[in-house]
Nanobody
Framework: QVQLVESGGGLVQPGGSLRLSCAASGFTADDYYSLVWFRQAPGKEREALSCISKGGGTEYFSDSVEGRFRISRDNAKNTAYLQMNSLKPEDTAVYYC??????????????????????WGQGIQVTVSS
């Protein structure tokens, strides 16, 4: 059974930094799966932020975070990270980690829409406020 658990959220002042972690369990060493970060602010649709495949290929979907957020992954720990720098109040949202398997022969799997991912974490709150 696949489980994703986010951690690292909380309250931070504008201009500050946070690093979110997404620990995945239930995948085998032979599985190829992508890990992706979404966020959802109150009253807004869920927004794709960034994705990373098993081989390390990355995709950034949101212009608002490119250059400030960086995704990374440690396959040995089955964990993805989202380093968030220069945080702004508009980054306040619930951040979700999601995952989906893909075939190794595809080489890369990072779609930017929520329905492409079958496994989701419970979400973690990030609040940027002074």
């Amino acid at each position: 059974q696949v489980q994703l658990v986010e951690s690292g959220g909380g309250l931070v002042q504008p201009g500050g930094s946070l690093r979110l972690s997404c620990a995945a369990s239930g995948f085998t060493a032979d599985d190829y799966y992508s890990l992706v970060w979404f966020r959802q602010a109150p009253g807004k649709e869920r927004e794709a932020l960034s994705c990373i495949s098993k081989g390390g290929g990355t995709e950034y979907f949101s212009d608002s975070v490119e250059g400030r957020f960086r995704i990374s992954r440690d396959n040995a720990k089955n964990t993805a990270y989202l380093q968030m720098n220069s945080l702004k109040p508009e980054d306040t949202a619930v951040y979700y980690c999601a995952a989906e398997r893909y075939h190794a022969g595809d080489g890369y799997y990072c779609p930017g829409y929520a329905y492409a991912y079958g496994y989701w974490g419970q979400g973690i709150q990030v609040t940027v406020s002074s």
